[in-house]
């Protein structure tokens, strides 16, 4: 049976990358049937008059998984980050970032493996925003909710029992904040007993957790926050293990899931040919295993891992001179020869 799949290619360097991933996909030999969405950002409102038109969130919510590409937003004025808006209107609370040291990428550290868990829909993104023009005073809510901060540690806490990982740590900033990041860590703490004996926890001020990340990155394991704190720890994680051109993400609720590069639509190299795919490859690993292909997810990321520590068919981005399809092609004769 193929799995219906949502597919947003975005904009930008988005096609190429997309058309990247196909490519490597197509040699897992899993079969997809793709519902394929063009028009999003702005084209889709020149065409549509709506950035994010119904049919899309309507496809991700009927097949409640999508491969989505970048998505470029406008700066300071016009619409709202479609990308934020998916998000928030589906629910995908978790967003899920593992930053994981890649052979052959040169980094100040060689054995880095860790996850991000990032509460995706409030906090200080919640969009509670007010300006008061009299006296010039803007404010911004941070709305922490029980629910919303039981689901992401749950969410957290689950994924690390199931992928036998050893730690859960939870960053808040509850000695300033001490009502709404209080608030999480409280909850945190309510929550960790019941994994006692199957994975330890422990708490981070956020500042100190910044610190101790770059200098200690060996001693996390499985990382939950609030949004704000989240976005900026996972890129932080991100530039450990060679930056946003290699690093998957995820975004995931209790109805849908949404697989994407955490990068942006890179409109400097966009139609040059020669944008690394390997984050979206990486988020398309993730949703493989997501849709209970395994052994598929497993041979791009070795097929990937194989690639980058033989480094002789690699993007300009990470020092080679190859496309992004000569790039896509030798990962797809990877993934061959392991399943031949
Ligand atoms: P960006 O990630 O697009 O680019 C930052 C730098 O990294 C650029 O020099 C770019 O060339 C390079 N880069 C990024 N991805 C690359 C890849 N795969 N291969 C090689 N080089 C790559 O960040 P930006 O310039 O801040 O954002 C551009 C646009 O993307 C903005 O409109 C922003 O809102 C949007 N954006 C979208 C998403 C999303 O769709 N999830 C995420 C972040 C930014």
Not at 92 to 97: C, E, G, I, K
Not at 247 to 254: M, V
Not at 259 to 265: D, L, T
Request: overall charge negative; aromatic content about 6%; charged content about 25%.
């Amino acid at each position: 049976m193929a799995h219906q799949v949502t597919l947003i290619p975005g904009d930008g360097i988005g096609p190429e990358i997309m058309e990247a991933a196909l490519r490597v996909l197509e040699a897992t030999g899993v079969a997809f049937d793709w519902e394929r969405f063009d028009k999003i950002g702005t084209s889709a409102l020149d065409e549509y008059d709506d950035p994010l038109p119904d049919h899309i969130l309507e496809s991700i919510r009927s097949n409640k998984t999508a491969l989505k590409g970048p998505v470029t937003t406008p700066v300071g004025e016009g619409f709202e980050s479609v990308n934020v808006q998916i998000r928030q209107e589906l629910e995908l609370y978790a967003n899920v970032r593992p930053c994981k040291t890649l052979p052959g990428v040169e980094t100040p550290f060689d054995d880095i493996d860790l996850i991000i868990f990032r509460e995706n829909t409030e906090g200080l993104y919640a969009g509670i925003e007010n300006y008061d023009e009299r006296l010039e005073i803007a404010d911004s809510i941070a709305r922490v909710t029980r629910s919303g901060s039981e689901r992401i540690i749950r969410f957290c806490f689950e994924y690390a029992k199931k992928h036998g990982r050893e730690k859960v740590t939870l960053a808040h900033k509850a000695n300033i904040l001490k009502i709404s990041t209080g608030l999480f860590l409280k909850i945190g703490e309510e929550i960790a007993p019941e994994y006692e004996g199957e994975l330890e926890f422990e708490d981070r001020i956020i500042d100190n957790m910044a610190m101790q990340m770059v200098m200690y990155p060996d001693q996390y394991d499985c990382v939950v926050t609030t949004n704000l704190f989240g976005d900026i720890l996972s890129d932080l994680g991100a530039g450990l293990v060679g930056g946003l051109g290699v690093t998957a993400g995820a975004n995931i609720g209790d109805d849908a899931a949404v697989f994407e590069a955490v990068h942006g639509s890179a409109p400097d190299i966009a139609g040059e040919g020669k944008a690394n795919p390997t984050a979206v490859l990486r988020s398309a690993a993730m949703m493989l295993e997501h849709l209970d292909e395994q052994p598929a997810a497993d041979a791009i990321e070795c097929a990937v891992e194989g690639a980058y520590a033989d480094g002789s068919v690699l993007t300009p981005d990470v020092g080679g001179n190859a496309s992004t399809m000569e790039f896509a092609e030798h990962l797809a004769d990877r993934i061959s020869d392991q399943i031949s």
